[in-house]
């Protein structure tokens, strides 16, 4: 899941007075992915060192001249390139104090901006439309410039790119409402122009992006009405006519939620393949009147992260080395991001729990596949189950629509909204169910979140087990629950929700383990997860031996101390085979912190806010799981729901990460701490083993490969 980090601060603005513009012209990297050069709108460019947030260089124009487009940094010749006036190109090296001495060449016409490619030669493109090399420009200046556009048509933004390598340089523009599209190839020159789709009368692109893959240029263009569209353009020459131009055809990726009226200072960005970062657009769950910066999936239509900005936002947003450049408020902020591969798990999970629960009915959710090809899906058996117990209660009362219920859910009380919606729901097929679940959870949590003596848990609980919802549809949803102590809605959005970020996992962990016995005596669980903690605490184990690497043997020869300590850790574990530290539903809930998906990265910052108690009790249970795992390799039945040895381990690294310098300062936690040093000890051992076998193994692969052994033969094989 894409995730942004926490943001600092480049430089101050001077933004304008009307508060239109941020004072940026534009952002250009320099050197290499740590050096950039921003240039206002003035007369000033400044070199950042973008790590260490502190300029190192900049260059000022005289009063009454201007920047009319961003400076770049030419890295052939180790120069910086300029256009001031719209006319003057400017040339200097890094050790020039001021401009006034650079090289100048006043050109023929107006220039729009200079582009730059690592590796290639910068080109000039002119207001009307025509490109030259800058080298050609600065032997003959004064040369004659042709005109591209049309009479009335007005070029509004250009980029460059490789593409194949191919050098292609592009740029839209506008006429009367209309807007075009030209893909200007360089070495060899080839000119295409393309017609944009129209969009609603009088509604412009806010702005354009671009990026080249499979061998194929993607447009990405957002417009003021939340609707970002994208276009395949080719980047060989299109066979025709190239001052015709030909309809671009464009698909929709996004429609983003744009509250009342039309957006007038937002950007979007693609990031990959999979990603695009807006700014500029309202949050979903947030409130009107507050800018974010977020990043949404294509792919799956899901918001992947957001980041509230603090002050006016100006539509202007750049990327460069994983790290967005956004100009807000009297600051030009940078913020770290991270895109992982996208996939469907990535997108609703992190690939964490690999090992499927069996006896679970399937989820109602259709597949993407499915949903292409229009094939339907069978509702689980928990919508069939709900259809049944509410078939009698939906025969007799009339049926209610949409927005009624949803008045419904803005007025009456809780018992009336849960019945009425209960029996609204029972109507709907399986495709109903997954366009509407999302909107009845959302109506309801905002409306517990307001209304303190409004709550439908119950209701919540059905929606959730429909499996038709994910926490980004809602991330209210589980926060709500731990702030009514409803454990048991906890616990089923853990086990179906895979996108539940981090932050929120460890909500609920700290949330678990501070509850106490009375209050965890009084919570009714999933039964699959009960009967499992039962079985876990309560069966006879009789068998010894190694089991997964462990054995109480193994402890005992680990621990042959002279002070006598290895019986005392003998009997110490013999006892904790047999007890386990907290109470069977606690237990219960903190299984289902174990096998909830989660990305190392992300977590360890939040498991550092757990007390120290906490972490020994957590470290406490988890022995006792490894030890009864060990004892008995037949515990983990397929038809209950129960964390993995391996989960387990991993936990109690990710704890050991999280608070090494605490725990090993805590007297409370020697003890514990050396008896878990055994059983990592125990597992890396196993594990060498298994390493000396798998080569053992490969070894005889080879052997019996080279030999011709005929129908009967004896062979001795020694393993060492």
């Known amino acids: ?168 340089v592009i740029f839209t523009t506008e006429q009367k409402g209309d807007h075009f ?89 693609i990031l990959d393949e999979a990603h695009v970062c807006v700014v500029g657009v309202p949050h979903p769950s947030a409130g009107t009147g507050k800018d974010f910066l977020c990043i949404w999936n294509i792919h799956f239509q899901t918001l992947q992260a957001g980041k509230e900005m603090t002050g006016k936002i100006y539509g202007q947003l750049w990327s460069f080395s994983n790290k967005l450049f956004i100009p807000h408020g009297k600051s030009l902020s940078v913020i770290p991001y991270e895109c992982p591969k996208s996939c469907l798990a990535s997108a609703l999970g992190k690939l964490r729990q690999t090992r499927t629960v069996e006896g679970k009915s399937p989820p109602s959710v259709p597949s993407w596949s499915n949903i292409l090809h229009g094939e339907t899906v069978p509702p689980s058996r928990a919508a069939d189950a709900r259809k049944t117990r509410t078939s009698r209660k939906t025969q007799s009362m009339p ?77 209210e949803l589980v926060v709500l629950a731990l702030g009514k102590r409803d454990y048991f809605l906890c616990q089923i959005c853990l086990q179906f929700f895979p996108d539940i970020p981090e932050a929120i996992t460890c909500a609920c962990l700290k949330a678990f383990i501070s509850m106490t016995d009375s209050d965890a005596e009084l919570i009714n669980l999933e039964p699959d997860a009960v009967s499992f903690m039962d079985m876990l605490i309560t069966k006879d184990h009789a068998q010894v031996g190694f089991q997964n690497g462990f054995s109480p043997t ?24 047999e007890t386990c530290p907290i109470i069977l539903n606690k237990a219960v809930l903190l299984n289902e912190i174990l096998q909830t998906p989660y990305s190392e990265n992300y977590l ?43 989960q387990v381990m991993d936990w109690v690294c990710l704890l050991f990460d999280a608070h090494f310098t605490v725990l090993v300062m805590t007297p409370e936690a020697k003890e514990l701490l050396l008896k878990l040093h055994t059983f990592v000890k125990s597992q890396v051992k196993l594990f060498s083993e298994l390493g000396k076998i798998e080569g053992s193994l490969q070894e005889i692969n080879k052997m019996n490969a080279k030999k011709d052994i005929g129908q009967y033969s004896i062979e001795v094989l020694e393993l060492y």
């Open 181 to 269: 599209l030209y893909l200007q190839r360089l070495n060899p020159n080839g000119l295409q122009k393309y017609r944009l789709e129209t969009e609603e009368p009088g509604l412009s692109p806010l702005n354009f992006s671009v990026s080249f893959r499979d061998q194929h240029i993607c447009l990405l263009y957002f417009y003021p009405n939340g609707r970002v569209y994208q276009s395949v353009v080719p980047v060989r020459a299109v066979v025709g006519d190239g001052s015709q131009a030909l309809t671009l055809p464009r698909r929709l990726l996004l429609s983003l939620p744009v509250g009342d009226g039309l957006l007038e200072a937002a950007s979007a960005l």
């Open 399 to 475: 049926s209610l629509t949409m927005d009624q219920i949803f008045d419904l859910i803005k007025t009456e009380p809780a018992e009336k909204v849960q019945q009425e919606t209960e029996a609204f729901i029972a109507k709907l097929d399986s495709h109903d169910l997954q366009n509407v679940v999302g909107q009845l959870v959302s109506a309801l949590v905002s409306r517990s979140l307001t209304d303190t003596s409004f709550y439908t848990g119950g209701l919540l609980s059905q929606l959730v087990q429909t499996r038709t919802l994910c926490h980004s549809i809602c991330p």
């Open 1 to 168: 899941m894409a995730v942004l980090y926490e943001g600092y601060t480049l430089c101050g603005l001077a933004p304008a007075q009307t508060l239109t513009s941020s004072g940026v012209h534009g952002i250009e990297l320099e050197r290499d992915g740590d050096h950039v050069l921003v240039t206002d709108s003035e007369r000033s460019v400044t070199l950042y060192k973008v790590s260490d947030q502190k300029p190192l260089c900049s260059w000022t124009l005289k009063q009454g001249q201007s920047l009319t487009c961003p400076v770049i940094y030419n890295s052939k010749t180790k120069e910086y390139v300029a256009v001031s006036d719209h006319k003057v190109i400017r040339i200097w090296k890094e050790d020039e104090i001021t401009l006034d001495k650079a090289f100048k060449a006043t050109l023929s016409a107006d220039v729009w901006q200079v582009h730059n490619t690592q590796g290639a030669e910068p080109v000039v493109l002119f207001r009307r439309g025509a490109i030259r090399p800058l080298d050609s420009l600065l032997s003959a200046p004064q040369q004659t410039v042709e005109d591209v556009l049309t009479h009335e048509e007005v070029l509004r933004w250009s980029t460059n790119l490789n593409a194949d390598s191919q050098h292609c």
């Open 604 to 646: 360890l910052p939040h498991l550092k806010d757990l007390s120290t108690q906490n972490v020994i009790v957590f470290l406490q249970y988890l022995q006792f799981l490894y030890l009864k795992y060990s004892q008995d390799a037949f515990l983990q039945r397929k038809d209950l729901r129960s964390p993995t040895l391996n």
């Open 554 to 577: 193994s402890v005992q020869n680990d621990h042959q101390m002279g002070d006598g300590r290895g019986s005392a850790v003998k009997e110490h574990t013999a006892a904790s085979l």
